[in-house]
């Protein structure tokens, strides 16, 4: 098993930038496949970005060019680097990992999560 932990959320205002961080521990996370989902107050969580096992990466349209998925694999860790944030951008975002292939846009493919931090953009 891997367990993994989120950390970096807090609060910043519209424009600015925050750098998410899942700490993987029990296995290497270069073995999973990540992904980052969130999810607003009252809505469903939703697919952010994923980064697959050969280092191709995805990511929704309402993030595509403001956010970036990356892996260390020296420190077992992965990122998101959010900027440009805006007001819309507020959740809690999860990371996830799975060694399975399929849809990786999908909740139902992952295996492991994380506890999620928040993430609060001002206006």
């Known amino acids: 098993q891997v367990q993994l932990v989120e950390s970096g959320g807090g609060l910043v205002q519209a424009g600015g930038s925050l750098r998410l961080s899942c700490a993987a521990s029990?296995?290497?996370?270069?073995?999973?496949?990540v992904g980052w989902f969130r999810q607003a107050s009252g809505k469903e969580r939703e697919f952010v970005t994923r980064?697959?096992?050969?280092?191709?990466?995805d990511y929704s349209a309402s993030v595509k060019g403001r956010f970036t998925i990356s892996v260390d694999n020296a420190k077992n860790t992965a990122y998101l680097q959010m900027n440009s944030l805006r007001p819309e951008d507020t959740a809690v975002y999860s990371c996830?990992?799975?060694?399975?292939?399929?849809?990786?846009?999908?909740?139902?493919?992952?295996?492991?999560w994380g506890q999620g931090t928040q993430v609060t953009v001002s206006s």
């Open positions: 996830a990992a799975t060694p399975y292939s399929g849809d990786l846009q999908r909740t139902g493919v992952y295996t492991y």
């Open positions: 029990g296995r290497t996370v270069s073995n999973y496949n």
């Open positions: 980064i697959s096992l050969s280092g191709i990466t």
